[in-house]
């Protein structure tokens, strides 16, 4: 069993950044940021698997966004530049035992555990 903790989301105004953190209580192998509006369906954000760093991102926040982990800390980043309006949602950390191939990495059934998911407001 892993524990996923998300750090405090916030407010940034447009074209601001945020950086959000989650600490796992022990060893992922594939680790993801998802985020949900309200009343719609959790979608992808960002994935990295923990043995080679490859990453896989949606197209709507690729070149914006960037997720990395420290593995020796058990701490996944997401690193939010330029940040849009649309970017407004809850974020929820997501990890799994598996090691995804990169295709698999965006599937929302992929993940067996998720944080409590931490508020980001992207608003002037």
């Known amino acids: 069993q892993v524990q996923l903790t998300e750090s405090a989301g916030g407010l940034a105004q447009p074209g601001g950044s945020l950086r959000l953190s989650c600490a796992a209580s022990?060893?992922?192998?594939?680790m993801a940021w998802f985020r949900q509006y309200p009343e719609k369906q959790r979608e992808f954000v960002a994935a990295?698997?923990?043995?080679?760093?490859?990453?896989s991102y949606a197209d709507s926040v690729k070149g914006r966004f960037t997720i990395s982990r420290d593995n020796v800390k058990n701490t996944l980043y997401l690193q939010m530049n330029s940040l849009k309006p649309e970017d407004t949602a809850v974020y929820y950390c997501?990890?799994?035992?598996?090691?995804?191939?990169?295709?698999?990495?965006?599937?929302?059934?992929?993940?067996?555990?998720w944080g409590q998911g931490t508020q980001v407001t992207v608003s002037s």
């Open positions: 990295i698997r923990r043995g080679d760093g490859k990453t």
């Open positions: 022990g060893r992922a192998n594939t």
């Open positions: 997501e990890a799994t035992s598996k090691n995804w191939i990169l295709s698999a990495m965006s599937q929302k059934d992929g993940y067996e555990y």
